[in-house]
């Protein structure tokens, strides 16, 4: 539903019972969270491109 929403927008990832809204920042956490961010910042923008 809408109103459970952050931001009432989707896509939306639960983790841990807290709600993180936003593609991107989903993204970049589950790159994080999986070491796929990149060993560098260099490589984190080119991870972020990617999703881009």
């Known amino acids: 539903h809408k109103s459970e ?3 009432g927008q989707m ?3 639960e983790y841990n ?8 920042s989903i993204a970049r956490f589950l ?6 961010a ?5 490589e984190q923008a080119k ?3 990617v999703v881009d």
Do not use: E, I
């Open 5 to 7: 929403m952050p931001l």
């Open 11 to 13: 896509p939306v990832l």
């Open 17 to 24: 019972g807290t709600k993180l809204p936003q593609s991107l």
């Open 31 to 36: 790159a994080k969270q999986f070491q796929l």
């Open 38 to 42: 990149g060993k560098d910042n260099f």
């Open 47 to 49: 991870v972020d491109a």
